[in-house]
T-cell receptor
Framework: GESVGLHLPTLSVQEGDNSIINCAYS??????FIWYKQESGKGPQFIID?????DKRQGQRVTVLLNKTVKHLSLQIAATQPGDSAVYFC???????????FGKGTRLSVIA | GAVVSQHPSWVICKSGTSVKIECRSL??????MFWYRQFPKQSLMLMAT?????????EQGVEKDKFLINHASLTLSTLTVTSAHPEDSSFYIC??????????????FGPGTRLTVL
């Protein structure tokens, strides 16, 4: 299930299940979006990106969906594994000409 | 490719001292480097953007005299926290970008530096 902590929402899933992490972005002018994975004590790691001319993009075990109408981004992880446990951040930018703005992040906990 | 390193990975210092953090792009030349600060259980907040050979651009609310940034080469940027105080304790992360000219999109992140000020 999903819970909202003091600062960081947490999503707990069973190993092998699919995970869906959501992000609401703020700037309607944003046209480039990235998902990052951050493990404890490490820097963010690029997962997948999508431009606003697309509404879906797939990678290895991950899919990003973009709904510009409601300014919503989601990251789907198939067959979630213990190694997927981390904090996931979405980030947005406008045409690559503005600094990335990071969302608040969601902690994914995989239950073995 | 696109490896970014930071040194040190962690540092503990006394209040009032200055601390320098290095960010290096190991296998590419970075026109632009970014410095972020991350407090526990929070997101990354951009502090400043630095372009090689020019002055850094600081985000609103970030004191440029306290957080000195030098981007002297295409592979090295440094952040110096001057007269550090306990409230400066945080996780400092750099990223390197600029393989695509003038673009903020392609950023490669370093592993971060944990600063603890006693």
């Amino acid at each position: 299930g999903e819970s909202v902590g003091l600062h960081l929402p947490t999503l707990s899933v069973q190993e092998g299940d699919n995970s869906i992490i959501n992000c609401a972005y703020s700037n309607s002018a944003s046209d480039y979006f990235i998902w990052y994975k951050q493990e404890s004590g490490k820097g963010p790691q690029f997962i997948i990106d999508i431009r606003s001319n697309m509404d879906k993009r797939q990678g290895q075990r991950v899919t990003v969906l973009l709904n510009k109408t409601v300014k919503h981004l989601s990251l789907q992880i198939a067959a979630t594994q213990p190694g997927d446990s981390a904090v996931y951040f979405c980030a947005e930018s406008v045409s690559g000409n503005t600094p990335l703005v990071f969302g608040k992040g969601t902690r994914l906990s995989v239950i073995a | 490719g696109a490896v970014v390193s930071q040194h040190p990975s962690w540092v503990i210092c006394k209040s009032g001292t200055s601390v320098k953090i290095e960010c290096r792009s190991l296998d590419f030349q970075a026109t632009t480097m970014f410095w972020y600060r991350q407090f526990p259980k929070q997101s990354l907040m951009l502090m400043a953007t630095s372009n090689e050979g020019s002055k850094a651009t600081y985000e609103q609310g970030v004191e440029k005299d306290k957080f000195l940034i030098n981007h002297a080469s295409l592979t090295l940027s440094t952040l110096t926290v001057t007269s550090a105080h306990p409230e400066d304790s945080s996780f400092y992360i750099c990223s390197a970008g600029g393989r695509e000219p003038s673009s903020y999109n392609e950023q490669f992140f370093g592993p971060g530096t944990r600063l603890t000020v006693l």
